[in-house]
């Protein structure tokens, strides 16, 4: 049965890499001896070693241990044989290029609709739904596809980001990027707040972290979701 | 020779459609009656009729007529016989997929190239550079290519945002995001704030608008450049 966390950010403001999420990680891995990590986003250009090290020193307070992909010979192999994944954020365009690179987006899809249990942070859950048409990430390299691992039936946009009241900037709230982004595509898209995650429980996707979500349908208005809603009624 | 207005925003706050710029382009069009309008970037989505109808009106105030490019059987044929260009803003990705579809690329490059005054706003700047890749626009969706018309020698970084003081969001800043742009890529960046704007004169790039500009080269620390400099050194 297909086991997901799907999280807005690692990090929320003040506190340490993962740790508002730790409790839940913590229940969630707790059959896990060591995740497997695939830092292939990394973040501010860091090394996939530095990132690595990040991840595992979070998943070391819980007794977890942390190997990165680039470390096995043979990435296809690394998840095939992984008890647990997590891809963590960074830049979703430079993410999903490796991804196709190392042609595992497949293995990725089999193994967690297989019931490998996988945690995504920002980058990381943006590649869980359709397409990975709704990152606020700059394109800084030209991915094959903008197709992802579609593990839920919409996309995600992580960070998401109510418009600033008094704002002088001229540039698109996110609403507006993403009702532009419905004149063109018909996939729903989910906007997480950061300090909220999907909890997926194979059809089941349920809303956690009492921040309410807020999603955008083709041609409807937008709504908002409380902590708890079930998304698993945008698989029809 | 070269005659171009890169501007990082069409709109300041606080003021009309164009209307900070509006002198200015008195001036640059002095010797045009008609614009051609390339609203293929559709901000919000609107259509391109609603959106040549916006730009109508503003250049009617200086007694400029506006016209759509989609208004012409031949869009090939549109771009070379224009007397002038206007590319407006909205979204990147759609813009730049529209410019190949309809296989105008060469031609754009050709007729400014050789004189055809040409504005750019936002996304239309964005164009201006070498790649598209440091729009902030959401990738909705997949041109063939982030390539652009390479009339200029580095990249635009339109509405350039410099850091929030005191935000507790955790998305990546603009600058970090710039920095990650360039663990990958070679070409400078030049964030452009709301209110400047590029005056192109055959190899000369000046900046204006009182305003300072950020560059970001690889390997290297931004710099801050005042309203006056010429960024004609980076053709070398």
Redesign the interface.
Known sequence: MKKMIIAS?S????SSYLEYLLPTLQQFFSDVKTILFIPYA????ITYDAYTQIAKKAFATIFIDVKGIHQYKNPKEAIQNAEAIFTGG??T??LLNQLYKKDIITDLQQVVNSGTPYLGTSAGSNICGVT???????????PP??DTLQLIPFNINA?Y?DPIKGS?????TRE??????????KTSVLGLR?GSWLAVSGKSILLKGNISARLFKQNKNPQEFEAGSDFSFLYE
């Open positions: 950010t990090t929320i403001h003040g990394r973040p501010s250009g960074g830049n365009f430079e990975m048409m709704n990152t606020n990430d700059m394109p800084i390299v030209y596809s903008f960070h980001l002088t900037h001229m540039g698109e507006t990027r993403i009702k532009e982004y419905h004149v063109f595509n950061e």
